[in-house]
């Protein structure tokens, strides 16, 4: 009985390989809400009374009549729905052995991120 040579460069190669990508995705993401949160942070301590106007005003910022506020809060929701997606999916991927539950918790997964940005988006474009 001959088994197979396993090892070397003959090696049989499995797996998703999303690694560096991922890696790279996740500081990225990271980057961006720490930045937005260090901004949300100055402009709350710069505000002259935390009240429910001034908390608007600060979304509500606009350059040339673009929602500049809307649009890096909105950026910074989905770097949060990705980075989240990243790590559950990793999780997913090492712990959940069984392929129909794994399947069915990336599903839930993918389903209540995209739910959580677009009622996000809703917030951010009611107010």
């Not at 088994?3 to 990271?30: C, E, M, P």
């Not at 001034?54 to 910022?61: A, K, L, Q, Y």
Request: net charge positive; charged share 10%; glycine share 4%.
């Amino acid at each position: 009985m001959m088994s197979a040579k396993n090892f070397g460069s003959k090696r049989l190669v499995v797996g998703a390989h999303y690694g560096l990508t991922d890696w790279i995705a996740q500081r990225v993401t990271a980057i961006i809400m720490a930045v937005y949160t260090l901004v949300l942070l100055v402009a709350v301590l710069i505000m002259p009374e935390f009240t429910y106007s001034n908390w608007v005003r600060v979304f509500n910022f606009t350059v040339l009549s673009f929602p500049l506020g809307k649009m890096l809060a909105f950026l910074t929701f989905v770097s949060l729905a990705y980075h989240a997606w990243v790590g559950v999916r990793d999780i997913w991927m090492d712990y959940v052995r069984h392929l129909g539950l794994r399947l069915f918790l990336t599903v839930l997964t993918v389903l209540w991120l995209v739910a959580s940005v677009i009622y996000a988006a809703q917030i951010l474009w009611s107010i």
